[in-house]
């Protein structure tokens, strides 16, 4: 839970470094702010939030239980939330003093974080569960990866040593966002779409090869950056193409679900898949640095914050739900039921402050003078909106739990 409840401040941080940054934040991909505003995004709300989602899913959906101790997951949590914080700083202020710091403090967060995970993962799993994990266990691939190259790449900026540092910055991007990102979210979809949106199951053949299909066409990107920079780009298609192939199927799902009432997790889910579409096309339109940023907030501000944002309107009351029903000195009908731990309301309110910032953020790599400011400043609403929400229902359950020990 301290995964789940901690990650929405990370995005507000985010929030707050563009709002600070202005249109410096939109001149480059590359620019100081924008990269230490991506990284709070990317390690310290993507991450965190996909590490709690894992903790929780894995035992419920394998039957296989997690062991991390206290100590172990909190080290995790820890980790992770300070090495974020550092290596945003030091990449925002230009500070070469806390690459190592960070570094050394991110790879021993997912070290703890892995181990338990990896094992689990290696565990036979239930035959409706296998897709899940099959996919889980290439996301985590993916993740040790990311986390290789970003440590070769602290080394680089902190001067301890000299690196072709652009393709280990796109291979470590795209490892990140596909390998981690999006490969998880797509697991993860086969199992919760059907599950919490009543819609038909994804095809066997879907669930069996898709995930191998994006993993294939990673490696064939990542052999172009490294041997032929210069195909780079038309090797990144078939992932771009298989993406899209994904996101038109689930919406198809989603059209044809039994139930019609559209949720806050039902809109994010649309929200999501449509910018993982539209990341798609726009990676198949002519390069240029504009481009970068577009494709950059589409997939993480439209594809992978969606998705998370949606998950966690599920996942947190379903948390808090279930830790009450198993207190002991709970009787029956002390506990509220999942939909009044946290309304559906809150979630549709957020969810159009979350649209209109990813609407401005887009709007502002055009006109950054006017719209940089202003965007950021809705992101930082929808992000607050978010840790509040997530935050009073667990206070909420606090309290309703604390009525439960006998006086």
């Keep these: 839970m301290r995964f789940l409840l901690t990650a929405p401040w990370f995005a507000l941080m985010a929030a707050l470094v563009l709002l600070w940054a202005g249109e410096a934040a939109f001149a480059s991909r590359w620019s100081s702010a924008t990269l230490g505003a991506t990284h709070l995004l990317t390690l310290g709300y993507l991450s965190m939030a996909m590490a709690g989602s894992m903790l929780q899913l894995i035992p419920v959906v394998t039957g296989t239980p997690l062991a991390p101790s206290r100590t172990s997951a909190a080290g995790a949590w820890g980790g992770l939330a300070v090495g974020a914080m550092l290596l945003s700083a030091a990449l925002g202020l230009n500070a070469s003093s806390l690459f190592l710091p960070a570094a050394l403090l991110l790879s021993a967060a997912f070290i703890l974080f892995a181990m338990p995970i990896a094992k689990a993962l290696a565990a036979p799993a239930p035959r409706p569960a296998i897709p899940m994990v099959r996919g889980m266990r290439i996301a985590l691939g993916g993740l040790v990866a990311t986390v290789a190259l970003g440590v070769a790449l602290t080394f680089h900026f902190g001067g301890h040593t000299v690196l072709p540092v652009v393709m280990l910055a796109d291979l470590h991007a795209a490892w990140g966002l596909v390998g981690w990102v999006a490969m998880l979210v797509v697991c993860v979809a086969f199992q919760v779409i059907p599950m919490f949106q009543s819609s038909q199951i994804y095809p066997p053949p879907v669930t069996r090869y898709g995930p191998w299909i994006l993993a294939g066409a990673l490696l064939v990107w990542s052999a172009a950056w490294i041997g032929a920079p210069d195909f780079a780009a038309m090797a990144g298609m078939p992932a771009a193409a298989a993406m899209a192939a994904f996101a038109a199927l689930s919406a198809w799902l989603l059209a044809r679900r039994k139930r019609k009432e559209a949720d806050a997790t039902t809109l994010y889910w649309r929200l999501s898949l449509g910018c993982l579409a539209g990341s798609a096309v726009l990676y198949l339109m002519p390069a240029g640095e504009n481009m970068a940023l577009f494709i950059g907030i ?19 009351p379903f ?29 549709r309110r957020q969810f159009w402050w979350h649209a209109a910032a990813l609407a401005a953020l887009l709007a ?10 202003p965007a ?17 229902a667990a206070l909420r359950c606090r309290r309703i739990q604390a009525r439960f020990q006998p006086s």
Excluded at 320 to 336: E, I, N
Excluded at 364 to 373: E, F, K, T
């Design 364 to 373: 502002a790599v055009h006109w950054p003078l006017w719209l940089a400011r």
């Design 376 to 392: 950021a400043a809705l992101l930082a609403i929808a992000s607050l909106r978010l840790a509040l929400d997530l935050g009073s």
């Design 298 to 316: 589409t997939f993480v501000g439209g594809f992978a914050m969606g998705a998370v944002n949606g998950m966690l309107y599920k996942i947190v």
């Design 319 to 347: 948390l808090l739900w279930y830790h009450m029903q198993h207190d002991p000195h709970a009787k029956k009908g002390d506990v509220p039921p999942i939909r009044a731990i946290l309304p559906d309301a809150c979630g």
